[in-house]
Structures are given as structure tokens and as C-alpha cells.
């Protein structure tokens, strides 16, 4: 039997430059996978990935997103973004990951954003390292979501921006959090009690105006913690915010039956 050869499904993406021409040597950026970008032939055509339903494409200071029913990117004036200051923690090779998530509602789906995060390296612009930054890919001006992520931890801060065109240096107002920690006990014997999931939340405070960072937000990337085998937990709060932590119940078998059992959270 002759051997058929299939071929890999494939994403087509027209890049398009000036007056809707075939622009060639362009980036053609799926899901936000700057490592992975493909890039656009002579007919201005790149071959991404079967998946790729959210693209960026870039070449130089130019930059457009994929119509996703036409597969085609139109390449406009951008921004250079930088985003900075690095937070402490964030060198490789564990380090942190940033973010930039357009805000703007998607042409397929009004009022929601079909466009991926794009993931920045870590670059330093200068020998110290104080002067280190993140560097996006030309971006399309316009609001976004900016996000970083402290792996080691799992620390995020997020906060929305306007990127306008030509280069654009925005500020990261993170704040490091403070380790909360507590015991989950038994409201019937003051016992303690293992394996109970703890969420975490905050509010703001009532004191606090708006001022610099105030529409950022900052949190654990996984909001609950579960108690250990002494009933102690460990979670981390933004200090500059209220703490409201919520106990789950305990399920235990009395007389052959499963009841919900009351808990409490003590806190020093």
C-alpha cells in the first residue's frame, strides 16, 4: 500500500499593508506566543497554526489584529510598549510573566475581547539591573489589561492602561503582599481541622481614595488555600486592602449520616 502523506491543518493569515497590499516579512503572533510567531511569505501569507483564532500581527512599528472571519490582519501605526518597574523576585530563571490583553470588544462577539494576552520578555534596557524592563512587540493602540505574574509565589497585580500610538512607558503599581496566617478549628470542640478550603478576597478601604495604582488589583492567582493536618493555613492579601476570608464546611459522619459541620478561623 502506497503511503499517503496528510497535510498539517493550518491557519492562512493575509497580512496586509499599506493601501491593502500583500506585506511580506511580517510576525504573525498566535495566542500571544511571541517565541512562536511565523512569518508572512512574499504574498504576504503565513502559516499558523490549525488553533490560531486570535492573532497579532507586527512588522517593525507596524502592527494589526486578525479579523478572525477573514483571516486577515491590516498593519496600522503602533506602540512600543515598555512596562516597568520589575517587581523584586522576577529575575530568571523562574521569574515573571507580563501581560497585555487588549480590552476593546472583538468583531465577532460584541462586547467581549477575542484578542489573546501578548507575553513580553524581560530585557534590560540598560547595565543596571534597577533599569530592567519589559518590552512588548508593536502593539495596536488602544486600552489595555496589564498583568504581571510572580511565578515563585503566584503573586499577580493587574490594572488597566491606554497605549497610544508611537512609544509608550507604563507603570506597573505593584504591591507586595503580606502573608496571612490562621488555624481552622472545629466550632463544637475548638479542635483542629484539616483539609478545609479557605478563599480569599479583598475590598477596598474605606479610607482610601483614588489615588496612584487605585484601579489596580492584586491578589494570589489562586484564591484559596486548604488547611493542614494541624488546621493551619497560609495565604497572601494585598496590605493596602481589606482581607475577607471564608471557611468552607466540613462534611462528617455522624450516627451513619453525613452533616455539615460548623467551622471557625482563628487569626492572630
Do not use: N
Request: aromatic share 2%; charged share 15%.
Amino acid at each position: 500500500m502506497t503511503p499517503v502523506l496528510l497535510a498539517a491543518a493550518v491557519t492562512v493569515v493575509r497580512v496586509l499593508g499599506a493601501g491593502g497590499a500583500p506585506e511580506p516579512g511580517a510576525q504573525v503572533i498566535c495566542g500571544g506566543d511571541v517565541a512562536g510567531a511565523v512569518l508572512s511569505d512574499a504574498a504576504g501569507k503565513a502559516r499558523a497554526p490549525a488553533a490560531c483564532d486570535a492573532a497579532l500581527c507586527v512588522k517593525g512599528d507596524l502592527a494589526g489584529v486578525m479579523d478572525p472571519r477573514t483571516h486577515a490582519c491590516a498593519l496600522k501605526p503602533a506602540s512600543l510598549v515598555t512596562v516597568a518597574p520589575v517587581p523584586p523576585g522576577c529575575a530568571p530563571p523562574q521569574g515573571c510573566r507580563a501581560s497585555l490583553t487588549p480590552s476593546r470588544p472583538g468583531p465577532s462577539r460584541p462586547g467581549t475581547s477575542r484578542a489573546a494576552p501578548v507575553v513580553a520578555p524581560l530585557v534590560a534596557l540598560a547595565a543596571s539591573a534597577g533599569e530592567a524592563r519589559w518590552r512588548f512587540p508593536a502593539l495596536p493602540p488602544g486600552p489595555y489589561l496589564v498583568s504581571v505574574v510572580r511565578t515563585s509565589d503566584g503573586w499577580t497585580c493587574a490594572g488597566p492602561a491606554e497605549v497610544r500610538p508611537g512609544r509608550a512607558a507604563l507603570a506597573l503599581a505593584w504591591r507586595e503582599p503580606r502573608p496571612l496566617h490562621g488555624r481552622v478549628i472545629g466550632a463544637a470542640d475548638g479542635a483542629p481541622r484539616a483539609g478545609v478550603t479557605v478563599a480569599a478576597a479583598a475590598r477596598a478601604r474605606e479610607e482610601t481614595g483614588p489615588g496612584a495604582g487605585a484601579s489596580w488589583v492584586c491578589g494570589p492567582v489562586t484564591p484559596t488555600v486548604v488547611s493542614d493536618a494541624q488546621g493551619h493555613i497560609r495565604v497572601l492579601v494585598d496590605p493596602s486592602r481589606v482581607a475577607v476570608l471564608a471557611a468552607g464546611g466540613v462534611t462528617v459522619e455522624r450516627d451513619g449520616a453525613a452533616t455539615e459541620e460548623t467551622v471557625y478561623l482563628e487569626l492572630p
